[in-house]
């Protein structure tokens, strides 16, 4: 198994540019999960999953958007990029409820 | 609003050393805290999950303590080595309404382990 993939790794935009962070998973996980952290902080949670069709917000929604479409996608996508959305981004899949998540590398976004 | 403080922010030992990570939580209504592993430039890995039932959890030269009434935790590396340098994350999960769904994270403790 592949476990949780992101992409890309890394990514610069310029400010009110728009794109996509692709995440898929091949465990088959029902839950799936989108996180940004900081710089010496702790991780926030954007957007989360708990199967294909469904989505709710997490703690820092705005500026952001998602869907899931299939099990194994989760795509996260930014609409009019900003300087504060500068931060590491992590997605994470879990079988059932919060606890075990398997998280991907992350993708380290910087706006400009 | 559910607050989770990692003390130290920073720890550099020696080779060998015992020590102690700190984690510390504001709401006590949890139904479980897990303690993280970050490397550089890597996702997180779950370490130790103890359930809001249990004082403590171990796993080789990792014992995780939970008092759940003082909102603390624990995480005590034994004999600790050079491949141990890494970020440690606490994170608690809740256990009422919409807290139920989420992890809240503490900052963590960057750990450095000196040959």
């Known amino acids: 198994n592949a476990g949780v993939t992101q992409t890309p790794k890394f990514r610069i935009l310029k400010i009110g540019q728009s794109m996509t962070l692709q995440c898929t998973q091949d465990m088959n996980h029902n839950y799936m999960y989108w996180y940004r952290q900081d710089p010496g902080m702790g991780l926030k949670l954007i957007y989360y999953?708990?199967?294909?069709?469904?989505?709710d917000k997490g703690e820092v929604p705005n500026g952001y958007n998602v869907s899931r479409s299939t099990t194994e996608d989760f795509p996260l996508r930014l609409e009019l990029a900003a300087p504060s959305q500068t931060s590491v981004y992590f997605c994470?899949?879990?079988?059932?409820?919060?606890?075990?998540?398997?998280f991907g590398p992350g993708t380290r976004l910087t706006v400009l | 609003k559910q607050e989770v403080t990692q003390i130290p922010a920073a720890l550099s030992v020696p080779e060998g050393e015992n020590l102690v990570l700190n984690c510390s939580f504001t709401?006590?209504?949890?139904?479980?805290l897990q303690w993280f592993r970050q490397d550089p430039g890597k996702g997180l890995t779950s370490l130790l999950l103890?359930?809001?039932?249990?004082r403590e959890q171990t796993s080789g030269r990792l014992n995780a303590s939970l008092d759940k009434s003082s909102g603390r935790s624990t995480l005590y590396i034994a004999a600790s080595q050079p491949g141990d340098s890494a970020t440690y994350l606490c994170?608690?999960?809740?256990?009422?309404?919409?807290?139920?769904?989420?992890?809240?994270f503490g900052k963590g403790t960057l750990l450095t382990v000196n040959p």
């Open positions: 103890i359930q809001s039932s249990q």
């Open positions: 999953s708990v199967g294909a069709g469904i989505t």
């Open positions: 709401d006590s209504a949890i139904y479980n």
């Open positions: 994170a608690v999960r809740g256990n009422s309404g919409g807290s139920n769904y989420k992890l809240t």
């Open positions: 994470a899949s879990s079988y059932q409820g919060p606890d075990t998540q398997y």
